[in-house]
């Protein structure tokens, strides 16, 4: 989380590259949800994507971000002539001491729960959500190219090898390995909430809805956009710490850990060779993706 904090951080671009999310994933949400729907409170908002969507569903929506340059970007992208129902607070999931006890009818939480503390976390929703309440938290984690596996064990190389000039000694603990874990580390305590469920999905490399379980998030991207995304990564941006000097090719310099990677990806995918022009060949991606929900006892 502290690399998204950061003023050197680019959000606007993470607000651009990021994938959003489908109308299927906020309907088996809303469908779930027995609750009022007055309140909506969105952890760890970001840029404000799932405050704005769930506008229209909820009487108020608050989306909450511990970084300031997050608030920021959410703000100026949520105009309120369009969204007077909507506000942003800088804040922490753990604690959020402008709700009152039992007042919110719905939790939510894309691409942010692996960061919480359990513990103090799973108090503090005890305490805010009202009986009958939903607790929903959702993650995706690294891509896959569904018509390239060999392009696609590339990037795990390059996003997990242990090497230092590699992404993986920059990832965030425990944070990522939750992410890739599906937040099944993510445990709400049975005696306070029931009706637990997981939906959850891993891509395959044999074509597009290969793999297994239900999907929400796929897209048709661009190998240029692709790598950009990358580069939204904190992981990313700690390796860029480290590697100051590295500059990528698109800005004049010799390149950086992204560039490097795309040139194996090219090296061991034949499908992608001998093309001039690689960067703006569109590829098929799909996410794993893992929804948690509960509702409060």
């Not at 994938?19 to 949400?29: E, H, K, Q």
């Not at 969204?83 to 607070?89: A, F, R």
């Not at 006890?101 to 305490?127: C, L, N, T, Y």
């Amino acid at each position: 989380m502290a690399q998204f904090a950061k003023s050197s951080f680019p959000h606007a671009a993470y607000a651009a590259l990021r994938p959003s999310y489908p109308r299927s994933l906020y309907d088996t949400v809303l469908n779930y949800h027995h609750s009022p729907r007055n309140i909506c409170i969105d952890l760890g908002s970001g840029h404000g994507l799932i405050a704005r969507s769930l506008a229209t569903c909820f009487s108020q929506v608050i989306g909450t971000d511990p970084s300031c340059g997050m608030v920021q970007q959410a703000r100026s992208s949520t105009p309120n002539a369009e969204y007077p129902n909507v506000s942003y607070q800088e804040a922490v999931a753990e604690s959020m001491p402008f709700l009152n006890d039992q007042s919110v009818d719905m939790i939510v939480s894309g691409q942010a729960a692996h960061w919480f503390d359990p513990a103090p976390f799973f108090h503090e929703m005890k305490r805010v959500v009202r009986k009958g309440g939903t607790l929903a938290l959702w993650c995706y984690k690294d891509h896959v190219f569904v018509d390239s596996p060999n392009a696609t064990q590339v990037l795990n190389d390059y996003a997990y090898g242990d090497d230092e000039n590699l992404l993986g000694p920059y990832w965030q603990q425990p944070g990522r390995s939750r992410v890739q874990n599906l937040l099944r580390d993510l445990q709400p305590p049975e005696t306070e909430w029931e009706d637990i469920q997981r939906v959850e999905y891993e891509p395959g490399t044999h074509g597009p809805r290969s793999g297994e379980g239900t999907m929400f998030l796929s897209k048709k991207m661009s190998l240029g956009d692709c790598m950009n995304y990358i580069r939204t990564w904190s992981s990313f941006h700690g390796w860029l710490e480290k590697h100051p000097e590295s500059i990528r090719r698109e800005d004049g310099g010799n390149g950086d850990v992204i560039d490097e990677m795309l040139d194996e990806m090219v090296k061991f995918e034949p499908k992608w060779q001998g093309d001039p022009e690689i960067k703006g060949k569109e590829v098929d991606i799909e996410w794993g993706t893992g929804l948690l929900l509960a509702r409060r006892r």
